[in-house]
Nanobody, 113 residues
Framework: QLVESGGGLVQPGGSLRLSCAASESIFSLRFMHWYRQGTGEQRELVATITSDGSTNYADAVKGRFTISRDNGKNTVYLQMNSLKPEDTAVYYC?????????WGQGTQVTVSS
């Protein structure tokens, strides 16, 4: 019900755009998030977009990443620019409200020269 795509290998300073295709019921939830988890690290919240389009970002990605949503396609995007090696992680899409919590399978992003 949540399917991420767009990950891959990119050089430092490069860009990637992740996509998260959701079922209509999940896409209508209050919050859609992108999380990431590096090897041996805890999962961390990267960016959030609400159903009315408000956004919020982790300090580590502010000014470099942009979260957006296409309501006609039930898809959430994460545009990642100026990528750094420390952005390397599995990126997960999450849709949630006070009652429901759904996760995608994740997509690997590797930033390396």
């Amino acid at each position: 019900q949540l399917v991420e795509s767009g990950g891959g290998l990119v050089q430092p300073g490069g860009s990637l755009r992740l996509s998260c295709a959701a079922s209509e019921s999940i896409f209508s939830l209050r919050f859609m998030h992108w999380y990431r988890q590096g090897t041996g690290e805890q999962r961390e919240l990267v960016a959030t977009i609400t159903s009315d389009g408000s956004t919020n970002y982790a300090d580590a990605v502010k000014g470099r990443f942009t979260i957006s949503r296409d309501n006609g396609k039930n898809t959430v995007y994460l545009q990642m620019n100026s990528l750094k090696p420390e952005d390397t992680a599995v990126y997960y899409c999450n849709g949630e409200n006070s009652r429901y919590d759904y996760w995608g399978q994740g997509t690997q992003v590797t930033v390396s020269s």
